[in-house]
């Protein structure tokens, strides 16, 4: 069973940068997809990035593509997500999640059996 725990959010100013980390301290992330998504208030649950088990591979929603970042380091059991140039639409809850689905163009809509509690992004003047 996976405890994912996000940190890292918090409140920025347009332009500025913030790192995501989700760590699973319970189980080892080194064979799972690993998903970041956010929700704003009012708004549906949105993809933002998702990265292979073996961090070879990844794709990003088009709304963070060049700003954003995921990396992991399994020997961390710890997934990233270096995020640049924030703009006050990038504010909302983040998630990161789990699967054991390999195929990442399967995991932009959903499809993870795990997932954290999320940590709040605020970007605003």
């Known amino acids: 069973q996976l405890q994912l725990v996000e940190s890292g959010g918090g409140s920025v100013q347009p332009e500025g940068s913030l790192r995501l980390s989700c760590v699973n301290s319970a189980y080892t992330l080194d064979y799972y997809t690993m998903g970041w998504f956010r929700q704003a208030p009012g708004k549906a649950r949105e993809f933002v990035a998702v990265?292979?088990?073996?961090?070879?591979?990844?794709s990003y929603a088009e709304s963070v593509k060049g700003r954003f970042t995921i990396s992991r380091d399994n020997h961390k059991n710890t997934v990233y997500l270096q995020m640049n140039s924030l703009k006050p639409d990038d504010t909302g809850v983040y998630y990161c999640a789990a699967s054991t689905e390999r195929a990442l163009s399967r995991l932009t809509t959903g499809g993870y059996e795990y997932w954290g509690q999320g940590t709040q992004v605020t970007v605003s003047s």
């Open positions: 990265i292979s088990w073996s961090g070879g591979s990844y």
